[in-house]
T-cell receptor, first 111, second 117 residues
Framework: GDSVTQMEGPVTLSEEAFLTINCTYT??????LFWYVQYPGEGLQLLLK?????DKGSNKGFEATYRKETTSFHLEKGSVQVSDSAVYFC??????????FGKGTMLLVSP | GAVVSQHPSRVICKSGTSVKIECRSL??????MFWYRQFPKQSLMLMAT?????????EQGVEKDKFLINHASLTLSTLTVTSAHPEDSSFYIC?????????????FGPGTRLTVL
């Protein structure tokens, strides 16, 4: 079945550091890929998405490129802020239109 | 984006009792609602999918008689944990998608923390 693997956290960075959170997936066909963010005490919010190979999703300075050849969708940001501290979930939606999530990666950014 | 609320945010109950969790879409009509369960440091596991006015479709391994889901209107779905036991303690999250949602985007509620003593 479909599965998503993302790096375990927490990822601890200083403000303005470069961020990468790795995500790889296993799926049949051509899934859509997503990154969700969960701020403390809040629900999940869609951060960005990509629906086909080589698409780049971007939002709020975050980017991720759909790499079919490596089945990856790594999340990157050039300069993180304290306000980016949250849990980030990589997810895919395959043929059955349901979301499959990774375990989540906590990001902690210190001033 | 669209707003989904859950109530209560936290609940503590005694073993053997039933607990109802509400999920509401506040500013859109949710034709489909999803219920997830999240264990500490684990991913969200889909429990069931419900379409308004229809019976819920449960994922394999989820007990239908234990986790009763009702989606009686386009703005409200409820999850009732019947005869709760300590192993039912978890974080329950709902999401909703509605008519016209691009790519069937799901909007998530803030979650409900259930603790069964």
């Amino acid at each position: 079945g479909d599965s998503v693997t993302q790096m375990e956290g927490p990822v601890t960075l200083s403000e303005e550091a470069f961020l990468t959170i790795n995500c790889t997936y296993t799926a049949t066909g051509y899934p859509s890929l997503f990154w969700y963010v969960q701020y403390p005490g809040e629900g999940l919010q869609l951060l960005l998405k990509a629906t086909k190979a080589d698409d780049k999703g971007s939002n709020k300075g975050f980017e991720a490129t759909y790499r079919k050849e490596t089945t990856s969708f790594h999340l990157e940001k050039g300069s993180v802020q304290v306000s980016d501290s949250a849990v980030y979930f990589c997810a895919l939606r395959g043929g059955y239109s349901t979301l499959t999530f990774g375990k989540g990666t906590m990001l902690l950014v210190s001033p | 984006g669209a707003v989904v609320s859950q109530h209560p945010s936290r609940v503590i109950c005694k073993s053997g009792t039933s607990v109802k969790i509400e999920c509401r879409s506040l500013d859109f009509q949710a034709t489909t609602m999803f219920w997830y369960r999240q264990f500490p440091k684990q991913s969200l596991m889909l429990m069931a999918t419900s379409n308004e006015g229809s019976k819920a479709t449960y994922e394999q391994g989820v007990e239908k008689d234990k986790f009763l889901i009702n989606h009686a209107s386009l703005t409200l779905s409820t999850l009732t944990v019947t005869s709760a036991h300590p192993e039912d303690s978890s974080f329950y999250i709902c999401s909703a998608s509605g008519l016209g949602s691009p790519y069937n985007e799901q909007f998530f509620g803030p979650g409900t923390r259930l603790t069964v003593l």
